[in-house]
């Protein structure tokens, strides 16, 4: 009973907070100046509920509520962890969805990327990559069945994707991608490691592939189709994290991935 429970509050939070994601973004100066009164940024947050954004706050509260459920459910049945870490662990992993859905919402909505979310991001993963290599040394901490993480491996693949698209940056004179993807790629790697992030790499690639030969045909037009690239980053991230314990199996004997771990 008390899984349950724990996972319908679970849900219940990240719809909530999901709910609130668009307003955050849009009066993000009004909340930032309202630090002292709580009461007056809830009032902000869950104010201008038009009809024509119902729509995209229910999705974005349902998606993040079922990732907390997701989370949530693994951690509690399937980590080895005692219960008080598995507590911190889900707070923990919790707050950086959060942040990631956050990121991908204010570049949905505004086509920019804010850096003080990006480095809190970075600022969480590394600590708590850190911590897990006191922890673990060069081994790994099963978060749940299936989904291990190993710091060492975290930490290469975040200081690999920062340098391979620092190269891109710098060699294109930040024409095609910016500082801000500099810090997306280390976030990536940081979250996931080598493995993972090969996987999500794949599956941002194609998401935002097919979304944005959508946009362009009802558009009729290839070129000047501005798409924002952060959801699917996001996205990638998100699916590959969450579902690793799915895809692994996949990739290892139907794909031949055997490389993987």
Same mark, same amino acid.
């Given at each position: 009973? +008390?899984?349950?429970?724990?996972?319908?509050?679970?849900?219940?939070? &990240?719809?909530?907070?999901?709910? #609130? +994601?668009?307003? @955050?973004? *849009?009066? =993000?100066?009004?909340?930032?100046?309202?630090?002292?009164?709580? &009461?007056?940024?809830?009032?902000?947050?869950?104010? =201008?509920?038009?009809?024509?954004?119902?729509?995209?706050?229910? !999705?974005?509260?349902?998606?993040?509520?079922?990732?907390?459920?997701?989370?949530?459910?693994?951690?509690? +049945?399937?980590? /080895?962890?005692?219960? %008080?870490?598995?507590?911190? %662990?889900?707070?923990? *992993?919790?707050?950086?969805?959060?942040?990631?859905?956050?990121?991908?919402?204010? /570049?949905?909505?505004?086509? =920019?990327?804010?850096?003080?979310?990006?480095?809190? *991001?970075?600022?969480?993963?590394?600590?708590?990559?850190?911590?897990?290599?006191?922890? @673990?040394?060069?081994?790994?901490?099963?978060?749940?069945?299936?989904? =291990?993480?190993?710091?060492?491996?975290?930490? #290469? %693949?975040?200081?690999?994707?920062?340098?391979?698209?620092?190269?891109?940056?710098?060699?294109?004179?930040?024409?095609? +991608?910016?500082?801000?993807?500099?810090?997306?790629?280390?976030?990536?790697?940081?979250?996931?490691?080598?493995?993972?992030?090969?996987?999500?790499?794949?599956?941002?690639?194609?998401?935002? !592939? @097919?979304?944005?030969?959508?946009?362009?045909?009802?558009? &009729?037009?290839?070129?000047?189709?501005?798409?924002?690239? *952060?959801?699917?980053?996001?996205?990638?991230?998100?699916?590959?994290?969450?579902?690793?314990?799915?895809?692994?199996?996949?990739?290892?004997?139907?794909?031949?991935?055997?490389?993987?771990?």
């Amino acid at each position: 009973m +008390m899984y349950y429970l724990f996972i319908a509050l679970s849900f219940a939070v &990240g719809l909530l907070c999901g709910w #609130a +994601m668009r307003n @955050a973004v *849009v009066h =993000e100066k009004k909340i930032l100046s309202q630090l002292k009164r709580p &009461g007056r940024i809830l009032a902000i947050l869950y104010s =201008e509920k038009h009809a024509k954004h119902v729509a995209f706050d229910l !999705t974005v509260g349902t998606i993040l509520g079922l990732c907390f459920a997701q989370i949530s459910s693994q951690v509690w +049945m399937y980590s /080895d962890l005692p219960l %008080a870490l598995k507590l911190v %662990a889900i707070k923990v *992993v919790g707050i950086i969805v959060l942040l990631l859905v956050y990121l991908a919402v204010y /570049d949905l909505l505004t086509m =920019e990327i804010p850096a003080a979310v990006s480095y809190l *991001v970075l600022a969480i993963l590394i600590c708590a990559n850190a911590v897990l290599l006191v922890v @673990a040394g060069t081994g790994s901490i099963t978060l749940w069945q299936g989904n =291990e993480i190993w710091p060492l491996s975290s930490f #290469a %693949a975040g200081i690999t994707g920062a340098f391979l698209v620092g190269v891109i940056v710098v060699a294109t004179k930040e024409r095609g +991608m910016g500082a801000g993807d500099i810090f997306l790629a280390a976030i990536l790697g940081l979250a996931l490691g080598l493995s993972k992030s090969f996987v999500a790499f794949y599956v941002t690639i194609l998401s935002a !592939t @097919a979304v944005g030969l959508v946009v362009a045909f009802r558009k &009729g037009t290839l070129k000047n189709v501005p798409i924002p690239f *952060v959801p699917f980053i996001v996205f990638g991230i998100l699916i590959t994290f969450l579902f690793w314990n799915l895809i692994l199996p996949f990739l290892q004997y139907s794909a031949g991935l055997s490389f993987l771990r």
